[in-house]
């Protein structure tokens, strides 16, 4: 089975931490994906990276940094937290090329900063 | 604009029951569009994809519409079940240039009820 693991699935955090969202898949894809979800908003797209040292932005990159070191995994990184912040963060993997494939997301990390 | 709508927002339906959920959308140039299925507290998982040529798709008791020429597509669950309460992600691929990018609906949220 297709895997995309999430290192957190709960973290509570103060105002002005820094904060790391961790994400690993096991399926050799070439594409990864952090999307934040809300109530009334659906799925945001934060960043992407197509494949490994490289990153895009999505298209609410604004207080966010990704990391991609190695092509099974893909780092979302809040410098500095804010309560605007708190949310649903989701990972995801996709392989190949265009936007023909299917997304393959992790459980999910709901952030709450305080 | 791109964008996709999805009705109805929420749906209660009894245990057995039939039910459909809409998705219009007004982007282009189409490429595909597919539906996910997100329990709650869960990343979601796709149900189908539904390419330009395709009308219908089916899932074991979901099956998927495709309209393109009025641009609606339609999420049709038989025989419902428990295990269907969840909410429902209409997600369109499309869009010109370096404006190619997912689409996502609201989603619909259904409960299914004993």
């Not at chain 2, 390419?51 to 669950?77: C, P, V, W």
Request: hydrophobic residues 30%; charged residues 20%; contains cysteine.
């Amino acid at each position: 089975d297709v895997k995309v693991t999430q290192s957190s699935r709960y973290l509570v955090k103060r105002t002005g931490e820094k904060v790391f969202l961790e994400c690993v898949q096991d399926m050799d894809h070439e594409n990864m994906f952090w999307y934040r979800q809300d109530p009334g908003l659906g799925l945001r797209l934060i960043y992407f990276s197509y494949d490994v040292k490289m990153k895009e932005k999505g298209d609410i990159p604004e207080g966010y940094s990704v990391s991609r070191e190695k092509k099974e995994r893909f780092s979302l990184i809040l410098e500095s937290a804010s309560t605007n912040q708190t949310s649903m963060y989701l990972c995801a993997s996709r392989p190949g090329q265009g936007l023909i494939g299917e997304l393959f997301f992790g459980e999910g990390s709901r952030l709450t900063v305080l | 604009k791109n964008q996709v709508e999805q009705s109805p927002q929420s749906l209660i339906i009894l245990e057995g029951k039939n039910c459909t959920l809409q998705c219009n959308y007004t982007v282009s140039p189409f490429s595909n569009l597919r539906w996910y299925k997100q329990d709650t507290g869960r990343g979601p998982v796709s149900l189908t994809i539904m390419t330009f040529s395709e009308n219908t798709k089916s899932n074991g008791r979901y099956t998927a519409t495709l309209d393109a020429d009025t641009k609606q597509s339609s999420l049709h669950i038989t025989a419902s079940q428990l295990s269907d309460s969840a909410s429902y992600i209409c997600v369109v691929s499309g869009g010109a240039g370096n404006n190619r990018k997912l689409i996502w609906g609201l989603g619909t949220s259904l409960a299914v009820n004993p």
